[in-house]
């Protein structure tokens, strides 16, 4: 397995690991990480840097033919709604060729993680708050959650279903009408993720042992 994109994708290998570590036989999978801090696994895409990292990671796909290519990324940051339709648009065709070349290049399966829930104040100051104004402790919340994620999620699903990726939706996961996990535990000590949208190492396993049957 191959896991390819920035820190949002970063985030998912403490799950990967955990799981490639605990499988027996034939589903037991080596890990590779290539991740960059503010590079999106799209590429022709973004500054220079950003480029040369994308080529190099292309390569090392062609020469390991991985069975699976993770790719994950801040998708809200690098798809912004305040794009014009022209410039969406590219976006979504550079990663539909970059889904498409993953494949060239001998990877088996590739498989893209939306983002996760984002929160407009740190997820463990807002639960914080949240019990000092109503002295409870929520496994769920909707206080401070952000509405951007679950539109570009929306678009992302979209562009890698034109494609033969397979799409994880990380908000599908963990949300429902009663809002998105905060703390995975009975005791409600384990917070799911540690800042404003990046998961906890107990986040990333949750989210991948989900996921997991749509991996390997």
Partial sequence: ILLWGDSHAAHLYPGLKYQCDNQDGPRRARLAQYTAGGCPPILEFGEASCREVNDYILDMVEE????????GANWPHHLRPSYSKSEATAIAQA????????YQAGAGKVVVFGHAPSWAIELPKALIIDWKKNRV???RSHFTLQSEPFFINGKIAEIVGSTEATYVSVTDLLCNEQGC???LDDELSIVIQSDWNHLTREGSIFVIEMAWPLIF
């Fill in 137 to 139: 402790l929520k496994s």
């Fill in 95 to 102: 990663l539909q060729r970059t889904i498409q070349k993953i």
């Fill in 64 to 71: 390991l033919k991985p069975m699976t290519v993770i790719i």
């Fill in 181 to 183: 996990l905060t703390l």
